[in-house]
């Protein structure tokens, strides 16, 4: 497991004034001497670590509320909470080396790099997810998920091209119906 200070690194050294020269530190800040005998000090690596979360999760910020949305390619949807999905990531990464300042500046450079209008979600709303593909409601057309689309919408049915009988709405009434077959049953839903 690398340690916090190796990916986070620190912005202060003995020639910076903060006397910072207690070597019987566990966590060591220095990487090795200068050809002077100064400390190195160690690479800094945040955004290499927050760049590869980001390609990973597409975060959007929303400008209105600062709320981190992640993309859930899973569900191929957009869903908030990515707060969560950054703070568990680090952890799981860095462990109890883990401070709470290296989790807030982690937070907000994604926030700042990730602003987002909340108008650009949904953009074509005529698409819908589904539990294996994005269905296309005017036209019947599937397509892949994909985090293009934008969408924040999700129902929990496999859409298959054997439902829509004649239109997306007769898909629609099967879905309905079978909804009420599992409200009305002793089943677990």
């Known amino acids: ?102 989790v807030t500046e982690a937070l907000g450079h994604v926030q700042r790099s990730t602003y987002f209008d909340r108008s650009s979600f949904n953009p074509s709303i005529e698409w819908l997810a589904c539990n294996n593909c994005m269905l296309n409601l005017r036209t019947g057309q599937t397509a892949p998920f994909s985090s293009d689309f934008m969408n924040t919408t999700w129902i929990p049915v496999k859409y298959s091209e054997a439902y829509a009988i004649g239109s997306i709405a007769d898909f629609f009434r099967l879905v309905e119906r079978r909804n009420s077959i599992f409200e009305n049953s002793q089943c677990p839903k």
């Open 1 to 102: 497991m690398p340690k916090i200070s190796d990916v986070f690194g620190q912005t202060f050294g003995p020639d910076d004034g903060n006397n910072n020269n207690n070597n019987n530190n566990n966590n060591n800040l220095f990487d090795g001497d200068n050809n002077d005998g100064r400390k190195k000090k160690k690479t800094y690596e945040h955004d290499e670590l927050i760049e590869d979360l980001k390609e990973q999760y597409h975060f959007k910020t929303l400008k209105d509320t600062e709320e981190i949305w992640w993309y859930n390619d899973a569900k191929g949807i957009y869903a908030n909470n990515g707060e969560v999905i950054i703070k568990s990531n680090l952890e799981s990464e860095f462990g109890p080396e883990l401070s709470n300042k290296h």
